[in-house]
């Protein structure tokens, strides 16, 4: 049985400053719905939304929703009235009779996102601010709950939180996010925004990759069939047809307008499935075995009468080409781990040792050197002019930008003009034009839409330096890192080999591992007539088996290397005739066969993980 229909637009047109972005939208939303509404920037998205609230009105068309319909939209940006409360703020909308029965809720609510109720709104952050603009809008319970990015700013725990709060929600949901894991695990439907056409897939977000490559695969055979036949009517044309032949005249006619909507239709398919490319970044001069140690390291903070521990006897040794994802809740010590390796906190006691030579590219979640008044020219070229050094290649700003999906006509705007995505993408461009052999990125994933979250990610995996990545975003994790520190809270840090999923493994109770071995004796019992027994191996993340797959090739070039490197050697006419290059191979030799002995080391260390 069908789900009832509370909100509807019908074959509607909607102008922005005169030029369409839709026309003949058709649009349904049913009770019960969870909708992930996904599109490239400004294919409409928030029009839609706007629509829906009824800040954006049709130009032409219906709109229809069920009498008594409640709407509900996590509010982005507003200012909190003076001496207003995060109570206050999360109740204002509760009225009469319904107050005391919903004043549980706000409790609820505020304790899952870690918001203090008697706080007043104007002393919370950024983040902070966006926490409660979700609890507001989950306390009024509308049938329609509009959701624009909910997780952003937020900690694992409180995403988990908001899944299954959302997962056993009564009413519809419509969300817009670029956290890919939060969109397959809370929605059944997909609403896809496609050059100004809204496309619908009766599942779920996990399915919408397979969906929409199906559909564009449809498109590229419709579009090379249509070649064939303008090219058949081209030829034809191209005859010497007798113009004064009515009929001719009429098909001339025709062939062009084949021809010109053919090319129009072709260009908006290579624009709707570009994307963003980058050259991988690799060969990084970086020799250091050891980038930092902390050793018995200690350190907390002061706040409000009270000690928090960031770190507490915590010993971790980072390596040349580790790639770690650190997790936590807000607050935990996570920015302060990355800013004792930064050198711009020092340890209370133990110590922090960096080694000298080597360099860092930090991405800072607060993009603090980002200037309101600079333009975007200014950021990617302070000292002037209109070219960059791009890792060793001389690049035109505005070409180089438009890499990363910024118009040429927006490179003299101001970053202040910038939405925070733009932003963060302004940011990675400057980073990347010439990244250092250690990379730190402090929740780069932030308002970034999905390609330039694909790009990154591309990026990330093909990057042979070091990498320390702060992250709430479980998919990007997942495919990124193959190590996961976890800021568990008191000074306490977990470590585990793996991405996040591996962590989440690691984490299960032993009550619950005890019941699922138990079960799976029981399972045994059962179907041992049935088949012989199978020991199931673990399942590794993409990332993970990509790189055990890769690590035999690895280890038989570089044992080769040191072959080569031995027979060199070992020539005696080799030190006489270049010293220099004698003791230059022989320190190349050490250095191969220590890399040689942390292959193996890995793929042990893996082998171990999948077994």
């Not at 817009?176 to 977000?205: A, C, M, Y």
């Not at 191209?238 to 090319?263: F, H, P």
């Not at 990084?284 to 902390?294: A, Y």
């Not at 907390?300 to 971790?316: G, H």
């Amino acid at each position: 049985m069908s789900s009832h229909l509370i909100f509807s637009i019908k074959e509607a047109l909607v102008r922005y400053k005169e030029i369409p972005v839709f026309e003949n939208l058709t649009l349904n939303i049913h009770q019960g719905s969870r909708i992930a509404l996904v599109g490239k920037n400004g294919a409409g998205k928030s029009t839609i939304m706007n629509i829906i609230i009824g800040d954006k009105s049709l130009d032409e068309g219906e709109k229809w929703e069920n009498p008594g319909t409640t709407i509900g939209y996590l509010v982005q940006d507003f200012q909190p009235e003076a001496n207003e409360t995060v109570f206050d703020f999360i109740f204002s909308n509760i009225k009469g009779e319904d107050r005391e029965l919903y004043q549980y809720k706000v409790d609820i609510a505020a304790e899952a996102l870690d918001l203090d109720v008697k706080t007043q709104m104007k002393m919370l952050s950024g983040g902070q601010l966006r926490r409660a603009g979700l609890a507001k809008a989950f306390v009024e319970e509308p049938d329609i709950l509009l959701l624009d990015e909910p997780t952003n700013h937020l900690d694992l725990d409180a995403i988990s939180w908001l899944e299954s709060y959302l997962n056993n929600y009564q009413g519809a949901i419509l969300c817009i996010s670029h956290d890919k894991r939060f969109l397959e695990n809370i929605t059944n439907k997909v609403f896809w925004l496609d050059r100004g056409n809204l496309k619908v897939s009766p599942k779920g977000f996990k399915f919408f990759d397979e969906w929409s490559t199906m559909l564009l695969e449809q498109e590229e055979r419709e579009l090379q069939k249509r070649k064939q036949i303008v090219a058949l009517e081209v030829e034809w044309a191209s005859r010497g047809v007798k113009a004064r032949v009515k009929r001719n005249v009429r098909r001339l006619g025709r062939v062009r307008e084949m021809r010109d909507q053919l090319k129009a239709d072709e260009s908006a398919y290579r624009r709707a499935t570009k994307k963003i490319t980058y050259e991988p970044i690799k060969d990084l001069d970086n020799h250091t075995k050891v980038i930092c140690e902390f050793y018995n390291a200690h350190k907390s903070f002061e706040r409000e009468e009270q000690t928090i521990k960031i770190l507490e006897n915590f010993n971790i040794r980072i390596k040349r080409g580790d790639r770690i994802g650190i997790i936590g809740k807000n607050g935990s010590g996570k920015s302060s781990f990355l800013r004792l390796i930064l050198k711009e906190l020092e340890a209370d006691k133990g110590s922090v040792k960096v080694q000298k030579t080597i360099e860092f590219s930090y991405f800072d979640q607060n993009r603090s050197d980002l200037r309101p008044n600079d333009r975007l020219k200014d950021v990617m070229a302070p000292n002037g002019g209109d070219y960059i050094d791009v890792r060793g290649k001389t690049r035109h700003i505005y070409g180089y930008l438009k890499d990363f999906m910024f118009d040429p006509s927006t490179v003299l705007d101001k970053v202040g003009t910038l939405s925070g995505g733009q932003k963060n993408r302004l940011k990675l461009a400057k980073i990347l034009a010439n990244p250092k052999s250690c990379l730190i990125l402090d929740e780069p994933t932030n308002d970034l839409d999905m390609e330039t979250l694909d790009m990154l990610e591309e990026i990330l995996i093909n990057y042979e330096g070091t990498l320390l990545l702060v992250s709430h975003d479980r998919d990007f994790l997942d495919q990124t890192v193959t190590k996961i520190l976890a800021f568990e809270g008191d000074g306490k840090v977990e470590q585990c080999v793996g991405g996040y999923s591996d962590y989440l493994n690691q984490k299960r109770s032993p009550k619950k591992v005890a019941s699922e071995n138990n079960n799976s004796k029981k399972q045994a019992l059962t179907d041992k007539e049935k088949e012989p027994e199978l020991i199931p191996k673990k399942k590794l993340t993409y990332k993970l088996e990509f790189e055990l797959k890769n690590l035999p090739i690895k280890i038989q070039k570089k044992e080769k290397e040191i072959e080569a490197f031995n027979k060199k050697l070992a020539d005696g006419d080799f030190y006489n005739s270049d010293p220099d290059a004698f003791v230059e191979m022989t320190k190349a030799l050490k250095e191969a066969k220590a890399e040689l002995e942390n292959f193996e080391m890995r793929w042990l260390e893996l082998e171990e993980l999948r077994e």
